[in-house]
Every structure is written in C-alpha cells, then in structure tokens.
C-alpha cells in the first residue's frame, strides 16, 4: 500500500492529494497536460520536496514534514523511467545499465543484469553509444536502467509520449510483459487514455492537483459523474476470459465476469482460460427494447439501465449499463432516449458493434 | 643558440607557474564553479562579478592591490609574517597568488558554463539510480563537464602563460624567482636586444595560436550533456 499525502504550491495551482494506492499491479496517474501527474510522481521519487506531506510505502515513512522526515532520493527503493529518454552520454549501454546495478548490494538484487537486458531486448546494444540509439531503443534502455535497481516501486513518467505511434507499439509489449513477469508495483504517469486502458490496473484522475477519483480502472471508466465518461472516447475495458475458439469463423469468445455472456471478437487463437482485456467504447454501443433478430451485429448482450447522463454534446446521452456486474456505457441521441421511453431499471439489449482487443 | 641560459629559465619558470596556478585553478575553482551553477543564493551576482572582475581591470589593479595586501603592512602580510614566512611580494609563492586571481575567471567561466549545460535531469536520474551527493558530482557532472573542464585548463594554463602586469607588480624582475617570459621580453626591448626578445616573442605567438587552435577543434565547450 502506498499512502500519498502531499499539498505542493505550483505556478498556476496546488497540489493536494491524500491517495491510498496498491502497491502491486500498474496505477495510472491520468488527467490532462499541467494536471500536476508529473509533480505528483517527482514528490513521490524525492525530486520534489513537498513542504507539507506525508509518503509511506508498505508501512515505510519515506516522507513525514510533521515529523521532519524526508529520505532523500537516492536511499529510496525506486525506480524511475523519465518522460524523454534521459541515458548518460558520456557512458555507454552497458555503462548505463551497470550505473544503478552496481550501486546496490547483492542481496538487494532480484532482478538480474541479464533478466533485464531479456525483458527488454537490448542485448544487441550493448556496446552502442546512447547518441547512436533510436528513440525507442533509448526508452527500453532506460527502462532496463532503472529495473536494475530492483526497485521496490517503480515510477514511469510518460514514458511513451516522446515516441512516435509506431515506437509506441514496439515499447508497449515490453511495459505489458514487465507488469506480468516482474512482481513490481508500477505507477505510471500519462495523458493518453489508450496507454492507460491498454496497462492500467488502478486509475487516479487528476485534473488542477486534486484528485477526482482514484480506484479500479474497470469501475472508474464507466462512472457518469467524471470528465472520462463524457467525452468522445467515453469507453469500458473488460478483463474478459477465453471461453472458446470458433476455428470455422476465426471468431474468439471471452466470457465476462461475473456472468455466462460472452463477447465474439475476431481474432487469432488464443489459449482458453488465458485473461484478455477489451475496451468497448460508448459510440459503438446501441440500445434496442426487444432482442434483435436478423441483425449483422455478433455482440448482442442483455443489460439492465444503471443511470442516463447528457454528455458534453447536448445532443446525446450516456447510459450506464449493468451486465450482472459488469458495466457497460452507450451514447446514444438523447431522440432516440425519449422514443425508448428509456429509465433507470429497465431492461434492454445493448449492440456492441465494435470491439477492441488491447492486448 | 637564439635562447640565452636566462632566456631558458625565464621560459622554464613560466611553464612551472602556469602548471601551478593551472592545478590549483582547477582544485579552487571546479567547487566555486559548481556552486555558481546550481546556487539560488543572492550572492551568486556579486560573486559571479567578482570572480569575472579580472576579465575588464588592467592587470596592474590587480598587482596593486595584492602587492598591498601581501606586503608587510596589509592583512595577508600580517598573517604570513606571524606564521613566520615573510611577506610573500616579490616570491613565487606570491606570483602563484597572483595569477590565481588573474586567471580565475578563464577557469571558472568555462566550467560553470559546461555544469550549467547539463542541467538538473542527469543529476536526478543519478539520484533514482542510488547515486549520493558526492557520487553524483563525482561520476556524473564531472564527466559530463569535461568538455568544459579541458577548456578550463588550456585558457587557464594559456592565460597565466600571458602574463605581465601583475607579475611586474607584486613579483619584479628576479632571475629565477618571479623573472617569467613576459618579463623577459620587456627586458630584451629595453636592452634594445631585439632579435632575442623577436625570438621569445614568436615563441609565444606561435604558442597561443597553436592553443587557440586545438580549442577551435574540439568545437563548442559544453556540448551536449544527455541524449
């Protein structure tokens, strides 16, 4: 558990978080540009040092101003991957690497020099130069770096918004694979949603340094009464599970939770059992009264109406739906609302008539 | 042989001082240029002006005011004289003091300008990397300042190599102890030795030029300090 209490005066406006985060699993800190994310993420590290705050990890004070603690950064068990690339250019790869490694006794070591250099396929780089890497490349060094500290929390700072869409995607199989083979709590910063439905365990919503929500990302993204739910990419993800493969139709089914429904998507095999995460978003959802029949749409599943909002166009409208605990949001005309005669309770068909696969 | 016996020892003692003064410019000036980059403080200004004072005052200012304090009136020659060394006008010793203050700011310029380039992002990345205070001043702005470090030294070393106003002042003509190349030269014209001083003098042309030079080479000091 990470117990984050800061207040920090900034240019345009304070800091002033008090946030209980988990420590296992990838907590997105998300929320627009000059939200105080970064600022947030710095106190957390020790670059920042907030006059009245208060950090513990697992129990550990790493700050308390009332009691005039404050451990500075490099005694702290983190890592942190930094927003541009930021490789020593007077070392090379290797050097880079070994910089942290050899600064911490063998047995704190649990991550390898080799398991790193593995997990991020840099081992044709070793010897290079870090002027002679390309961006990508950089970040994954980077990212190596800062694991060869074994840290105990690892901090990344918009690790990806430097890089182009296609070094994203090359980074982004990495950062998955580093959540599920390192047991390394991840807070990780960023102002793109898709980054964060694709990693995110955990969300906090920032906006003006405070905190508007933090919890599971499952539940978060569905919830009416925040800015995500309004906006043109209003979505869910789903943590669904691999219930069958149609080799036929090359069509994959994954149950959702809590329930027996399943959602047809198509794609490669993939092992039944093994966890998938979808992200549905609200515009590809329509809402019928009676089942449809003879329709082209695969994904047509029962949902009973949790709540209607007027989105940020007035319009249309966000329903909130319920499928035996699992959410699901639809925006739909607020025309189509009213000829519906559509209330909090009822029970409806949602179409999906597009899904995602985000990893 | 164009250089006499003298000759040889002035330019003997000159390299001697300027390796001196260099060294120690180095030792001084590397903390107080360190601190010049990173200080908040309000003393930065008029410290950062004292330290470039030598850049714009003629050198006699400078010779005087030493020679005033380190003679045995002023506060410097009061203390060398308890501690049983004399006054210190008219030494080595007091030409080293001398040409620490003469060419600090071409030692202290280049190398706060390199710690200044590279910023605070290498020194935090070292910091989440387990680095402490001294490790990172150490094993990362020291590398990274190097460029501006070699600089330092060639202009520093240059520099004092250039010297006449100040030795003049405090230091006089004394064979072997303060009579440096400088000097020399003004002796030779004054003896209307001109082939001898033509023979120092191009010697310390082609000197500076072929210093200057190898500076112009290695390109702009402070180059990039993080990709």
Same mark, same amino acid.
């Given at each position: 558990?990470?117990d ?19 420590a296992?699993?990838?907590?997105? $800190? ?18 920042e040092?907030?006059p ?9 004070c790493?700050?308390?101003?009332q ?9 702290r ?11 020593? %250019? ?6 880079n ?8 006794s063998?047995a ?16 044709p ?16 060094v ?12 690892? #901090?990344? %700072? ?5 890089l182009d869409?296609?070094?994203?995607a090359?980074? #982004?199989?990495?950062?998955?694979r ?27 919503? #920032?906006?003006d ?15 009416? %009464? ?5 906006g043109?990419n ?18 994959l ?17 993939v ?12 515009? %590809?959802?329509s $809402?019928?009264l009676?089942?449809p ?6 994904? $047509? ?9 007027v ?5 249309h ?20 609302s009213?000829?519906?005669? $559509?209330?909090?309770?009822q ?6 008539k597009?899904v995602?696969?985000?990893? | ?19 001196i003064t ?29 330290v470039?004072?030598?850049l ?7 010779g ?9 009136? @002023? ?9 049983g060394l *004399? ?6 010793? @007091?030409?080293?003091i *001398? ?18 380039a590279?910023?605070? /992002? ?25 460029? @501006? ?7 520093g ?7 006449? *106003? ?12 303060? /009579?440096?190349?400088?000097?020399q ?6 003896a ?5 001083a033509?023979?120092?003098?191009? @010697? ?15 390109? /702009? ?7």
């Amino acid at each position: 558990m990470l117990d984050v209490q800061f207040n920090l005066p900034l240019n345009n406006f304070t800091l002033d978080v008090d946030l209980q985060l988990p420590a296992q699993g990838v907590t997105a $800190l998300f929320g627009p540009s000059g939200s105080g994310k970064t600022s947030l993420l710095r106190c957390i590290a020790g670059l920042e040092h907030a006059p009245a705050g208060r950090l513990l990890f697992n129990g550990e004070c790493w700050q308390d101003s009332q009691r005039g603690i404050f451990v500075p950064t490099h005694q702290r068990a983190i890592g942190y991957v930094f927003q541009e690339s930021s490789l020593f %250019d007077h070392l090379s790869v290797e050097g880079n690497l070994r910089f942290g490694y050899r600064r911490i006794s063998a047995a704190e070591r649990r991550i390898s020099f080799s398991q790193a250099v593995e997990l991020l396929g840099i081992a044709p780089l070793l010897a290079r130069q870090p002027q002679h890497l390309s961006g990508g490349e950089r970040q994954r060094v980077g990212i190596a770096r800062a694991l060869l500290t074994s840290p105990r929390l690892l #901090l990344m %700072d918009e690790p990806l918004s430097a890089l182009d869409a296609q070094r994203k995607a090359e980074i #982004l199989p990495y950062l998955e694979r580093l959540n599920a083979e390192l047991e390394i709590p991840i807070l990780y910063v960023s102002h793109a949603f898709d980054e964060v439905a694709r990693l995110a365990d955990h969300m906090v919503l #920032l906006e003006d340094g405070k905190a508007l929500a933090s919890g599971n990302i499952n539940g978060l993204l569905p919830r009416l %009464d925040l800015p995500l739910a309004l906006g043109d990419n209003a979505s869910v993800v789903i943590d669904g599970v691999v219930a069958s493969y149609d080799v036929d139709y090359q069509l994959l089914s994954l149950r959702l939770p809590h329930t027996e429904q399943c959602i047809r998507v198509a794609h490669q095999p993939v092992a039944i059992g093994q966890q998938l995460r979808l992200r549905v978003q609200a515009r %590809d959802v329509s $809402l019928s009264l009676q089942q449809p029949q003879h329709s082209s749409i695969l994904n $047509l599943l029962a949902a009973t109406i949790v709540e209607l909002a007027v989105a940020d166009n007035p319009a249309h409208l966000l329903v909130r739906l319920d499928m035996q605990g699992t959410p699901l949001l639809a925006r739909i005309t607020r025309y189509s609302s009213e000829q519906l005669g $559509l209330r909090p309770g009822q029970s409806v068909w949602a179409q999906i008539k597009s899904v995602a696969l985000l990893n | 042989m164009p250089l006499s016996s003298s000759d040889l020892a002035a330019i003997w003692l000159t390299l001697q001082l300027a390796s001196i003064t260099t060294v120690l410019l180095l030792l001084l000036g590397t903390p107080l240029a360190w601190w010049l980059a990173r200080t908040r403080s309000w003393l930065k200004a008029p410290i950062g002006a004292v330290v470039a004072l030598p850049l714009v005052l003629p050198p006699t200012v400078i010779g005087f005011y030493l020679l005033v304090a380190m003679g045995p009136q @002023g506060p410097v020659g009061a203390l060398t004289q308890s501690l049983g060394l *004399g006054t210190l006008s008219f030494t080595f010793t @007091g030409l080293v003091i *001398g040409s620490l203050f003469y060419s600090l700011p071409f030692v202290v310029q280049p190398i706060q300008n390199a710690f200044e380039a590279i910023g605070t /992002r290498p020194l935090e990345v070292a910091a989440t990397l387990r680095a402490g205070r001294f490790d990172r001043f150490f094993h990362v702005a020291l590398p990274l300042a190097r460029p @501006g470090l070699v600089t330092a030294s060639v202009l520093g070393f240059a520099h004092t190599i250039g010297e006449f *106003g100040v030795v003049l002042m405090i230091g006089g003509n004394i064979p072997d102890q303060t /009579r440096v190349v400088s000097v020399q030269i003004f002796n030779h014209v004054e003896a209307m030795e001109y082939a001898q001083a033509h023979w120092l003098a191009a @010697g310390m042309l082609v000197f500076s030029f072929a210093i200057l030079l190898t500076l112009q080479r290695r390109g /702009r000091v402070g180059a990039r300090a993080i990709s």
